[in-house]
Each structure stands twice: as structure tokens, then as C-alpha cells.
């Protein structure tokens, strides 16, 4: 960063920052193309400030009690490190998620997750049928897997969604989760190398990924590929972190 930090307050109550930030004339506040955005909520305002601008350094601050992934120290003080360059840069590896439809090779959509990209069924009444292979290994012998879906997870979100399914974490891969099958499938940490390919056999679905508003519409026969994503998740945090499971 230059002597000027373009920086972009980001969260429900980001105006209370205001003040804050007033006493620091290295920090210019900007609504386009910062340098760093600050979040101010809890761990859902990060994974949306991620969403809206993907790799650019985000410097949370907690401002609820679901702030597990946020600085819990005062707004001046956290201010005061980030303008001293005192705060620790982080990377955190997330997911790139590619649909095609059936016998395509050119790719419906791509979207990131830096929690995880969720597969689920797209009536409540009406249970998702599905194939797994990992690159190229069929999962379960290739069997059809139906229930509610399934989740992919990077270690950042394996304290989330992951944890409530399999109630587990993980400290580096990817992680497979299985949601109400009808049969017992056993969840799974790949290698971050590995492809996780799935196919939906019978639908329809809906694709989630974090904390979006925005479901995608799965169909039968559609093919989603997983990966590690090419860009990571920057935050900085207040201290180096042991593993990406730990709290800030």
C-alpha cells in the first residue's frame, strides 16, 4: 500500500467507522477500487466483502457476537496497526466452482467461495440424486449418492457449514460433506490438488456458494467441477494465524 490507504467501509453499521477513521490521515475513504476494505460486523459481512471484491485485503472488525473470523479489538486500535502496517498478511485458500451442462465443454458459470459451494435439492420434498469423482477416481465406487445434497468446504469454512454437518474441522484440503443420505456416505478431506467432480443425476438443484442471495439453478445432468481457485481470500489479521481454523 502507498502513503495513502484507499480503503472501502463495508458492513451494516460501517458508518459508525467514520469517526474513527477521521483521525487518520493516511486512510481516505472511497467506494471504488480501495486499496483495502474494512468490514465491520460479524463472519457473514466478510464472506459478502469477499463476494463484492474478490482479493482485495479485508481488515474485519468485529462488531457482533458471530465474529469468530473477526479482529476483536476496538476500531482505533486495529486503525492505528493497519496505518503502521502492523497487521499480518493472510491468504486463504478458496473454491472456484464451474458448471457445465451435460456433454458441454464450455462452461455455463464459475463462481468463488471462501467457505464453501453448497449443492442442494431444489425441492424440499424431493431428494437430489448425484455422482462424485475425485479427479478422476469414481467416489463410492461410483454409486449414486441421494439426499439433500452435498458440500464442498475449504479449511477457512470448515468451522461453518462443514462442522455442522460432519462436526469436524480441518486444517488443509478440500472437504466433501454429505447432507441426509439415505445411505451412510462417509465424508472426505482430499489433497487442495484434487478435482472434486460431481453430476447431478436426478434434480433439479440449486447451487449455493457462502453467504450469496443468489441461488443457481442445477439441472439433471449438469457437471460442476471443483477446485482450489487460482486467487486466494486476502485478510488482514492482528497476529499470524497457526491454521486457518483459528479465530482472529
Not at 93 to 100: E, G
Not at 166 to 188: D, Q
Not at 191 to 211: C, F, K, M
Not at 218 to 241: F, I, N
Request: net charge positive; glycine share 8%.
Amino acid at each position: 500500500m502507498g502513503d495513502v490507504i484507499k480503503a472501502a467501509l463495508y458492513g451494516a453499521e460501517a458508518d459508525a467507522l467514520l469517526p474513527h477513521v477521521a483521525k487518520f490521515s493516511q486512510v481516505k475513504v472511497v467506494e471504488k477500487s480501495p486499496d483495502v476494505v474494512i468490514c465491520f460486523g460479524g463472519d457473514g459481512t466478510l464472506l459478502s466483502a469477499e463476494l463484492k471484491w474478490p482479493g482485495v485485503p479485508k481488515v474485519p472488525i468485529r462488531n457482533s457476537r458471530r465474529g469468530h473470523r473477526c479482529i476483536p479489538h476496538a476500531p482505533a486500535k486495529v486503525l492505528e496497526r493497519l496505518v503502521n502496517n502492523k497487521l499480518t498478511r493472510t491468504e486463504f485458500v478458496k473454491i472456484s466452482c464451474t458448471v457445465f451442462d451435460d456433454g458441454a465443454d464450455k462452461p455455463k458459470y464459475t463462481v468463488a467461495a471462501m467457505n464453501e459451494c453448497n449443492v442442494h435439492m431444489g425441492h424440499i420434498n424431493l431428494a437430489v440424486r448425484f455422482k462424485i469423482w475425485l479427479d478422476e477416481e469414481p467416489f463410492a465406487n461410483g454409486i449414486e449418492i441421494l439426499g439433500d445434497g452435498f458440500i464442498v468446504s475449504t479449511p477457512f469454512g470448515s468451522t461453518a457449514y462443514f462442522n455442522q454437518i460432519t462436526r469436524g474441522v480441518f486444517y488443509t484440503g478440500l472437504g466433501v460433506a454429505f447432507k441426509n443420505t439415505t445411505e451412510l456416505t462417509s465424508h472426505v478431506i482430499v489433497p487442495e490438488s484434487v478435482v472434486v467432480r460431481a453430476q447431478i443425476t436426478r434434480g433439479p438443484a440449486v447451487l449455493a456458494y457462502d453467504n450469496t442471495e443468489k441461488y443457481l439453478d442445477l439441472r439433471q445432468g449438469d457437471r460442476l467441477e471443483l477446485r482450489k481457485s487460482e486467487t486466494p481470500a486476502t485478510v488482514l489479521t492482528w497476529s499470524r494465524l497457526s491454521n486457518p481454523a483459528n479465530g482472529f
